[in-house]
């Protein structure tokens, strides 16, 4: 079975080769190609790759390619991890939100709406060539904003394309584990959209076991949600929160936090990246250690302005693994693969599942996974309060795929408008005029 990963240079890339090394089943993935339009990033992380298969008689083959095409066809699942203008680009986008006062996270409020301007066109094109090269594949996107963009292919590949995002997958198990719950054995009753969503319930054994935390200041305190958040503020929501809600309930702390940084976490990232890269033109430097030092770092340092701002610490030694992705890749792969059928929290088309939604857009819940692909669990109705942010955040998302789509400046201007974090019409107007003049791939957004 041939998996192709989108992006094949990028530093996550071990963490799914690692989780293929695991699975030595019939049917298991024996080829790799790696797709990457920077060829000393993709010669860096084949390097690494081959360590981590230095002994293993039946690690998957690998194949690096510059060549699209090539990467795509006879492809079984296509990877798309790929981050269009590179962590310079998502730099330049923290940058100009927070000159203007208003958050520039990746995936939250202008950050992610200009990272998202620039990355549908991309996708969409892919997703076409996708359809045309390799018809009968499947996608599994974790590009971000992953929402956003498994709904711009979706238009091209139906339910082939489905998003995966690790921060539900996180979430879940600590509460597990806080409840003193199996994590691979509770039912995580979990609904939003990507970076938008919350846990309303944990079902061990046909029980809720939710409630007993909620009612539980201490337990609630003893997790890294609950220290983010505070107990009383998930007590009053009833539900637990994905962490990117945080930039919602905490706005103005955590502007103010990252305009007070001396680098953004874009930037941090890029400089760091760009070390590992250095540093692995090096014929003598070691591959898979110099990774494993990169990672550590990076995974310590992941949300530290927000876990500042809350007094949450530092992060607990059980979270600065990889963050789980990879695994809900691997095991969706091989539940469409095999028929091993199993429920994950998935990104895919609503189908009914919300009724505040149409059909078409792509929301964040559990789903049945089989050998036809991902089926979203029928879910309560939202709270209002969850009701008027997902039905906010999911306008400012079809503005941003009509903007992409057209090249409506007018259109860009309205999504940036309608997002809760973005407070004012002139500031939207001075957002747009900011990410043309630093992202030349935006030129195009100047029909009215």
């Not at 492809?75 to 939100?97: H, Q, T, Y």
Request: charged share 25%; glycine share 10%; with cysteine.
């Amino acid at each position: 079975m041939k998996l192709t990963i989108l992006g094949g240079g990028g530093f996550r890339v071990p963490l799914v080769y690692g989780a293929l090394l695991g699975d030595h089943a019939e049917g298991r993935v024996s080829r790799v190609t790696l797709y990457d339009t920077d060829a000393d990033r993709l010669t860096a992380v084949a390097r690494v790759l081959a360590e981590q298969a230095d002994g293993i008689d039946d690690a998957p083959a690998v194949l690096a390619t510059g060549d699209l095409d090539e990467a795509l066809r006879g492809a079984d699942f296509v990877f798309s991890a790929i981050r269009v203008g590179g962590l310079e680009g998502r730099a330049a986008d923290e940058r100009v939100a927070l000159d203007e006062g208003v958050l520039g996270q990746e995936t939250v409020g202008a950050g992610g709406i200009a990272y998202g301007l620039r990355t549908v066109p991309v996708v969409t094109d892919l997703a076409r060539r996708i359809a045309r090269l390799a018809p009968e594949a499947w996608v599994i996107n974790f590009t971000n904003p992953a929402g956003l963009v498994t709904e711009a292919m979706a238009r091209h590949l139906g339910d082939r394309v489905i998003g995966i995002c690790d921060s539900p997958v996180g979430l879940g198990r600590r509460i597990a584990r806080v409840l003193g719950a199996d994590p691979d054995r509770a039912w995580v009753d979990y609904v939003g959209l990507n970076h938008l969503g919350w846990v309303r319930g944990l079902w061990v054994g046909g029980r809720d076991e939710l409630p007993r935390l909620l009612a539980d200041p201490a337990l609630l305190g003893s997790f890294e949600e609950g220290r983010l958040f505070g107990p009383d503020w998930l007590k009053s929501l009833g539900a637990i929160p994905n962490e990117y809600l945080h930039y919602y309930y905490f706005n103005r702390e955590a502007v103010r936090a990252y305009q007070e940084v001396e680098q953004t976490r874009g930037a941090f990232l890029r400089d760091q990246q760009e070390g590992f890269y250095t540093r692995m033109k090096d014929p003598d430097a070691p591959p898979l250690a110099t990774w494993n030092r990169t990672r550590a770092e990076r995974e310590a340092t992941y949300m530290a302005e927000n876990r500042d701002v809350a007094g949450a610490g530092e992060r607990e030694e059980s979270d600065l693994g990889s963050g789980g992705y990879e695994q809900v890749a691997l095991a969706l792969m091989r539940a469409v693969a095999r028929n091993e059928r199993t429920s994950l929290i998935l990104n895919v088309r609503n189908r009914g599942t919300l009724s505040v939604l149409d059909e078409e857009a792509v929301i964040e819940v559990p789903c049945l996974v089989d050998a036809n692909g991902a089926h979203p669990v029928a879910v309560d109705p939202l709270p209002y309060h969850a009701v008027g942010l997902v039905t906010a955040v999911k306008a400012v998302e079809r503005a941003v795929l009509e903007a992409a789509e057209s090249g409506s400046r007018a259109a860009a201007v309205r999504a940036f408008a309608l997002h809760p974090l973005v407070d004012s019409v002139s500031v939207a107007r001075r957002l747009v005029e900011g990410y043309t003049r630093v992202h030349p791939g935006l030129a195009h957004l100047d029909r009215p």
